[in-house]
């Protein structure tokens, strides 16, 4: 069942889905609208080979990690952004992330993504920019999110390596 703009705002007045700092305009319809956060990591070609089974150390050779008001998102280039809200959902809430159809229409592109059950955190995304470069600014509604209900809690909600992260957050291994 995914939950409608009722639903949203009972389950959020009741504190059963947490979103900090928390705007009511951030409600639409089917979902939330989470906005840009401060910070973006780039994803840079060092000409090494990122091995997940030994990762470096220090990852500054693959990311430049900035922090700002507004970034250009530039052809093609793969980044990471965070949002600016905390959200924290209970055991039988999940939700679809998707970037709004403002900035897909820019030809900027999020891969799927899900926040599972029982998640804690800010988010960091992915985007992949389109043909031309895009300034995004910090604040901005970027995000959309659709909330489902799971038919039951689940068995084993979300405490993984993610959980409690705040702003941008690179692999870990």
Known sequence: MILGDRDLRYYISRGLIVIEPFDETIIRENGVDLR????????????????????PSDYTEFYVIEKGDSFIINPHEHVLLTTLEYIKLPDDIMA??????????????????????????????????????????KGERFLHLVFAKTTSPVEKPYRGKYQGQRGIVLPKF
């Open 96 to 137: 679809f992330v998707n970037l709004r159809s403002t900035y897909a229409r820019l030809g900027i592109y999020a891969p799927p993504t899900i926040v599972d059950a029982g998640f804690e955190g800010t988010l960091t995304i992915e985007l992949v920019g389109g043909e031309f470069p895009v300034r995004l600014y």
């Open 36 to 55: 840009l956060g401060g910070e973006i990591a780039r994803m840079r070609n060092p000409g090494k080979v990122f091995d997940v089974r030994n990762p």
